[in-house]
């Protein structure tokens, strides 16, 4: 008797089983997989519904470029009966066909067939001569058919969508990540720029920006939301520690009235009461010793605003814009005051329109003026928002700024009138 021939293939040798297709044991796995398909109960198959959640999910599966094209021309070419039990999912079309369609020479579209049979998106079933054909019965079902078994598509819908969700997720969490990074980089900016208005720049600023700068460079190539949570947080840390030097900066020059003759004063945190109480900075005192100096003149003030009767927390409901810059779930007006000057700064109003604005309406008003102005979508403005905001300053100076009446606009379009009035009430 002949003695049998023992198979020596290593295990991951390309094995060639009949036909002229060479199959490795990752694509036989694939087979083997596929051949768990059953078919959809009749009447239940929706080959687009498939289609879609390989959509969805492709960009994650890391296939390589036409994977999507290749697989909707495929999935069009079948037929919904196709898919349901007692057939097979298959697509015949030539190897010139698919060239052509692909725009891919004949190399290429073999790599792309090998490369998706392998990631398990469909399986390539060939005849006994390596050829791809079908037929259909008078039916319309499928007699016969040798060719691309999409099979694996159905089998894996669920988990395309869970991949899209994750996904989804995934990318809501990275687009806050990064406005988190962006809030963080600008408050150290604008910080930085304070504190070179007051001349309290520390010596070791230019550390600070750099390891900002290098921390933002690596915000950029961060590929997850992990890593980027992690740079955000260090971002926000040196921001924390940049606003704590700032208020120690501050602090200091109050010290010195004459520090803040550019600087608008008003004590009043109450729109309800004297809202538009306008305090100049006293003038600089003289080096000689002398008796107290003689308040400088107030300008012509601005006909009085009407009583808005709003709370701070209200202000930010209406204007959300103002949130991340709020410190506390709860805040006072002076809190708000402090929101919308880093607020103004994002909207591009310049620091010497802010001031002059606070001198001509008070603090509260010009903070609850640059809410206003967050509230509107860029088409609303011919010159910007800082333009616009320098229009509300001009008006207020000849007393036809109208704060309450757009506060009230504000307050239909968010609460709905009925409730709008009720708030208001509360407020009497």
């Not at 519904?49 to 999935?75: D, N, T």
């Not at 008796?291 to 202000?315: I, Y």
């Amino acid at each position: 008797m002949p003695q049998a021939h023992e198979n020596t293939a290593a295990p991951n040798e390309v094995i060639r089983p009949s036909g002229a297709r060479r199959l490795n044991l990752q694509m036989l796995a694939m087979r083997d997989r596929a051949d768990q398909f059953t078919g959809l109960p009749r009447g239940t198959a929706k080959p687009l519904r498939v289609l879609a959640a390989f959509q969805e999910a492709e960009p994650y599966l890391g296939l390589p470029a036409h994977a999507f094209k290749l697989v909707s021309w495929l999935v069009r070419m079948t037929q919904p009966q196709d898919w349901e039990e007692g057939s097979r999912p298959i697509a015949w079309p030539s190897a010139r066909h698919q060239q052509e369609f692909l725009g891919l020479s004949a190399a290429r579209v073999k790599s792309l067939n090998r490369v998706l049979f392998e990631a398990g998106i469909f399986v390539i079933r060939d005849n006994e001569q390596g050829k791809r054909y079908g037929r259909r019965g008078p039916d319309g079902r499928i007699v016969e058919a040798f060719g691309f078994d999409l099979s694996p598509l159905a089998l894996r819908l669920d988990e395309f969508v869970r991949i899209a969700a994750a996904a989804k997720i995934e990318r809501e969490r990275m687009r806050e990540l990064r406005r988190r990074v962006t809030l963080a980089r600008r408050g150290v900016r604008q910080i930085g720029e304070e504190l070179t208005r007051l001349d309290g720049l520390p010596s070791d600023w230019a550390k600070i920006e750099a390891d900002v700068a290098a921390l933002v460079a690596a915000a950029r190539k961060a590929e997850g939301s992990e890593d980027l949570g992690l740079i955000a947080k260090a971002l926000e840390r040196r921001r924390t520690e940049a606003e704590e030097r700032l208020r120690a900066t501050s602090k200091a020059v109050e010290t010195d009235p004459a520090a803040l003759a550019d600087e608008p004063h008003n004590t009043s945190t109450n729109l309800t009461e004297n809202l538009n109480n306008t305090v100049i900075a006293n003038e600089p005192s003289s080096p000689a010793a002398a008796p107290a100096p003689k308040p400088v003149p107030s300008p012509p003030a601005a006909t009085p605003q009407p009583e808005l009767k709003l709370k701070a927390p209200q202000l930010v409901d209406l204007a959300p814009r103002l949130r991340p810059f709020v410190r506390s779930d709860n805040p006072t007006w002076p809190e708000i005051v402090e929101a919308a000057d880093w607020l103004r700064g994002e909207l591009g109003v310049s620091r010497p329109l802010w001031v002059e604005a606070c001198r001509v309406m008070g603090r509260e008003c010009a903070a609850v003026a640059i809410a206003i102005v967050s509230t509107k979508s860029p088409e609303h403005f011919l010159r910007g928002p800082g333009g616009y905001f320098a229009g509300m300053v001009r008006k207020a100076e000849k007393g036809e700024l109208h704060l309450d009446r757009t506060i009230w606009a504000l307050r239909g379009a968010k609460w709905g009138k009925a409730r709008a009035a009720g708030k208001g009430r509360l407020l009497n």
